[in-house]
């Protein structure tokens, strides 16, 4: 059995890096339980889901009517989709680790992320670099995704990369668009992006990143759709700032 806890080295890891990997964290039965419901409500298009042609990013079908317009980029709101997502979501093996992190107690943000996040081969499109925390609104920049991975990650088919220790960064506004995305023209950013690294899962891998460490990923040049459930996380005394959308739905305490 998995223990539940990170060591010293992965608290300090995480620390330092603004991520870290824990492997084989989630079993195979869960992890094809979800990929099953996830195949199911992607064909049906169950809602809420969030369209690659609304996103606009890179790639991306230009509208809802053009070829590829209905593939969806994420099923929302999965911890009310079936109990195996929320099981998992507020689970020991996430909650004892969060709390290293995070603090005594912790909550799951449903407004953010809360969602099986999809990468498809023709019209999924990719996403530049950029920071979680710049559309997240909340007391302290201090929250934490958990990334789980229901199927091979890599490069090829639309895996993430990571800027180890960017988390820590003060970077100036200027270095981003108007859509707070980085600048890669910038030589200081390209500087900063030399240090990148790819983020490759297997399976039932767990990442768990810092809302402020920049991050990316391509377009899926391979033949299958990827399958990520992401969850995020705080500190039950980080409240999100009223009247924005971190506010919109309540959050999950974790027991």
Not at 11 to 16: C, I, K, L, P, Q
Not at 59 to 77: C, I, K, M, N, W
Not at 138 to 166: I, K, Q, T, Y
Not at 248 to 255: F, G, R, V, W, Y
């Amino acid at each position: 059995m998995t223990a539940c806890l990170f060591t010293a080295d992965e608290v300090h890891t995480f620390n330092r890096d603004g991520f870290i990997v824990v492997r084989g964290l989630a079993e195979p039965a869960l992890c094809e339980r979800m990929k099953t419901i996830a195949q199911d409500h992607l064909a049906r298009q169950i809602p809420p889901v969030e369209y690659e042609a609304d996103l606009r990013y890179p790639g991306a079908p230009q509208s809802r009517d053009a070829e590829g317009g209905r593939t969806v980029r994420r099923l929302l709101q999965a911890c009310s989709r079936e109990p195996s997502f929320r099981g998992w979501a507020t689970s020991s093996l996430l909650r004892d680790r969060l709390i290293q992190l995070l603090g005594s107690q912790v909550v799951l943000v449903q407004a953010h992320h809360n969602c099986v996040m999809t990468k498809h081969p023709r019209f999924g499109s990719l996403t530049g670099w950029h920071q979680d925390i710049r559309y997240w609104s909340f007391e302290r920049p201090e929250l934490v995704s958990v990334w789980l991975a229901l199927g091979p990650e890599r490069e090829e088919n639309g895996g993430l990369w990571l800027v180890p220790g960017s988390q820590a960064l003060k970077l100036d506004r200027t270095r981003f668009d108007d859509a707070l995305f980085l600048r890669e023209g910038l030589e200081s950013n390209r500087e900063l992006l030399s240090r990148r690294v790819p983020a490759e899962l297997e399976r039932g891998d767990v990442l768990f990143f810092h809302c402020r460490m920049l991050h990316a990923a391509g377009r899926n040049r391979g033949g299958d759709i990827k399958y990520s459930a992401v969850f995020t996380y705080c500190s039950a005394d980080n409240r999100p700032l009223a009247n924005t959308r971190s506010a919109s739905l309540p959050p999950i305490a974790l027991a």
